[in-house]
Each structure stands twice: as structure tokens, then as C-alpha cells.
């Protein structure tokens, strides 16, 4: 240790090696301190615990409609879990130059933060081949494929239709008791099923979802700073005119 202590102290132009020489002293005042303190001094320390019951692996699709009380046409039990649930964010700010002081050379760049991107759900797994507790032996792997197919595919005409119409469009929702993560989705780009040589049994579906809503969260989490002047200054307004 003392070796490595000196190591440092001789590659950084500082007392960094002298720093961290203080038996760890210096750390004892973070939260982290004391958890490499007990690890420095006996290595094998180090253990796990059971973390106790987790919540069920479970997952569903549904389709709902588009008017209250938004009954819905079909729920969809992944009968097994997916292989791969990737969640993808991208942050969305704006950045801006606008005019600054001298101090700044007469330029000033500020970004305008007016939220997070929606998250991009991307789901790929296989049905199986037999039937499954998951979702109660309703479906063989075949069938709960054959299922989900079919109700993309009925999901597809019933926006057609609704959105010829000028109706409220189709719900669709997906809902990953895992993780609690359930949100109000619609399908971007291809969403796909297929099958390999190697497993022709097997029939693999590839889904990519773009989550619009929350279902646990209102659609503004946070006190709007906009919002509440602007309605301030509304009841103001209401109370002159009356």
C-alpha cells in the first residue's frame, strides 16, 4: 500500500500521495469513507445478501380504447420473459446564442431545458414453443405469437379508421411489473416477427415503442413556473371584470 501511496505522490505534481497516505482519515466524513475504510483493512469482507422476494417478471401489452372508460380490446402476456427490454432516452434542450456583456465577448449561449425526451421501448424475445403459467397455459408459443400478430394488426385498422373519422385514437399500453414502468406506447418503425434454421419452432417478434404518457405519473411531474402566473394573472383578470 505504502508502495502505491509513494507511486502516485511521484505521478501527480501534487500531495495527492500524501492525501490519501492520511489512513483514510480524510474520507471518514463522506458516506463512502467508512465502506472503504472496512474494505482497505479486511478485503475478504466484502458479502451479499438475499434481497428477499422481487417483484414477478411480468409483462403484457394492451390495447385500449380510445374513449372513457377506455375498455379494453385485448391485453397480451409476454409468456416468457423478453430476452432484451431496452429503454433509450435522449435528452431535449435547445441552446441558444443571444447577445451578453463585455465580459462574455458580447455573446451568451443558454439552453432552454423544457423537459425529457419520451423513452424508446425496445422489446425482442420469443413466445416458445409450449405452453406457458406465465399466462395461465392459455396459449402454445405458436399461438400467443399468432395472437400478438393479429392484434397489431387490428390495432393498425382501428387507428386507420378513427383517425378518418376524427375519433379519439386507440390506446395502447405496455406494462413491465418489474420495474414498475408502465406507460401509454405507440409503435415506431418496424415491428417485427421471425424465425431462424437453427430453432424453426421458435418465433421471435421484435417490438420498438415509443412511451407518450406515464400511467403512474401526471403529464407535468413538477410545479410549472410558467403556469402559475399566467394563471394568476387570469383570476386577476376575472376579478376586475367582475
Known sequence: MSDLISSLGSLYPSNL??????????LASNSLGPIAAALYANPGAYR?????????ALYAIAIRSGTPPFIPYFVWI????????????????NMYDVAGNALN?????????????????????????????????LYTGLESALVIQGALEQ??????????????????????????TFFAVVPIG?????????????????????GIQSLLLPLVAAADSLLAPLT?????ARGGMG
Not at 155 to 174: T, V
Not at 190 to 209: C, D, M, N
Request: glycine share 12%; hydrophobic share 35%.
Open 155 to 180: 390495432y393498425f385498422s382501428i387507428l386507420a379508421a378513427a383517425s378518418q373519422s376524427s375519433s379519439p385514437l386507440p390506446k395502447m399500453e405496455l406494462y413491465d411489473y418489474f420495474t414498475l
Open 78 to 93: 409476454f409468456p416468457l420473459s423478453p430476452s432484451m427490454l431496452r429503454v433509450e432516452r435522449g435528452g431535449m434542450a
Open 190 to 210: 418496424v415491428q417485427g416477427f421471425y424465425q431462424s434454421a437453427g430453432a424453426p419452432q421458435l418465433i421471435h417478434y421484435s417490438f420498438r415503442l415509443v
Open 17 to 26: 500521495g500524501q492525501t490519501l497516505g492520511q489512513d483514510l482519515t480524510g
Open 232 to 236: 394568476a394573472g387570469i383570476g386577476s
Open 105 to 137: 465577448a458580447g455573446v451568451q449561449r443558454i439552453v432552454d431545458t423544457y423537459g425529457f425526451s419520451p423513452p424508446i421501448f425496445t422489446v425482442q424475445g420469443s413466445t416458445g414453443v409450449n405452453r406457458h403459467s406465465v399466462d395461465r397455459y
Open 48 to 56: 451479499t445478501k438475499l434481497a428477499g422476494p422481487l417483484p414477478p
